[in-house]
């Protein structure tokens, strides 16, 4: 089982370029997010997937969106690139939308926009 | 306006003494609260978890305080350990969504 995985691991990227980030996930979980890790500020959720065709705004969803491609994979997209989304991101999955059930984290793309 | 504030970035602690993390929120609908610890360049991984139910749950070394009138928990690590120095969220989260809260993170080392 390799849990959570994320591609890539690093990116640098020019202003106004696009790019995908691939996470994917072998436990079998209903639900899928997307986080931003900025210094100081915890980690904030930008998009969520509830279950395989649904897709929801977390609470920093602008200049990104997202698709559940299947019940495994749940990519983020940034269309045009600013310097603003230099962050770190983490995918993460969770069994279901009962109670009690824990967050299962990749190991973060680290992404710098210059 | 944070909802969920770690209010320490970072504590020192000798290896074998307690560290007490510390977590205050400001949204009476969480009822759902989570620890996770983080080395660097790794995803957060999760720790013990406490309902709004409960004031106390112990999971080995870890024990989560809730203190629900004053909005505040807790964790304690007893000992502490080397291997116990990294970043610890705290997370919250209501029944009525899917959103998990997180704080800033508070930074422990536990000096040999």
Known sequence: ?114 | DQQVKQNSPSLSVQEGRISILNCDYTNSMFDYFLWYKKYPAEGPTFLISISSIKDKNEDGRFTVFLNKSAKHLSLHIVPSQPGDSAVYFCAAKSSYGQNFVFGPGTRLSVLP
């Open chain 1, 1 to 114: 089982n390799a849990g959570v995985t994320q591609t890539p691991k690093f990116q640098v990227l020019k202003t106004g370029q696009s790019m995908t980030l691939q996470c994917a996930q072998d436990m079998n979980h209903n639900s899928m997010y997307w986080y931003r890790q900025d210094p100081g500020m915890g980690l904030r959720l930008i998009y969520y997937s509830a279950s395989e065709g649904t897709t929801d705004k977390g609470e920093v969803p602008n200049g990104y969106n997202v698709s559940r491609l299947n019940k495994r994979e749940f990519s983020l997209r940034l269309e045009s690139a600013a310097p603003s989304q230099t962050s770190v991101y983490f995918c993460a999955s969770r069994a279901s939308v009962r109670e009690g059930l824990e967050q299962y984290f990749g190991p973060g793309t680290r992404l710098t926009v210059t």
